[in-house]
C-alpha cells in the first residue's frame, strides 16, 4: 500500500489515499491514469485521474460490471472492515515454502 497519490472519488468526493496492486510483486502501488479504482467508502467505480477520478462512461460500466474479478473486489470490500482485509480475501490464502512441504 502506498498514500503517495490521492485522488477523490467521483461518486462521493472522500479521498482515496491507499492503492494496492492487483498482484503480489511487492511493487509499489501507484495507479496510472485510466487505472480502475474502487472507492473504499462507497464502492464506487471510477477511472484513475488527478486530483479526481472520472466516473466510468454507460460502455465502460457495462464492461467492467461484467468482469468477474471487479466483482469479487466489490463483495470482498463489503465483507470487510479495511481495505487491507479486502485485498486479503480477494487475493486468497498465501501459501509459503514450508506449508507446500507437509
Known amino acids: 500500500m502506498t498514500g503517495a497519490v490521492t485522488t477523490r472519488c467521483p461518486h462521493c468526493w ?9 498482484n503480489d510483486d511487492g511493487g509499489e502501488a501507484v495507479p496510472a491514469a485510466g487505472d480502475l479504482l474502487i472507492c473504499w467508502h462507497c464502492c464506487g467505480l471510477a477511472y484513475y485521474a488527478s486530483p479526481v477520478a472520472r466516473a466510468p462512461t454507460a460502455a465502460e ?3 467492467v460490471a ?10 470482498a470490500i ?3 472492515f479495511t481495505p487491507e482485509q479486502a485485498v486479503a480475501l480477494i487475493r486468497g490464502p498465501s501459501t509459503t515454502k514450508g506449508e507446500n512441504e507437509r
Open 14 to 22: 472522500q479521498v482515496s489515499d491507499c492503492h494496492y496492486p492487483t
Open 61 to 63: 460500466l457495462a464492461e
Open 66 to 75: 461484467a468482469n468477474p474479478d471487479v466483482r469479487r473486489a466489490l463483495a
Open 78 to 80: 463489503a465483507e470487510c
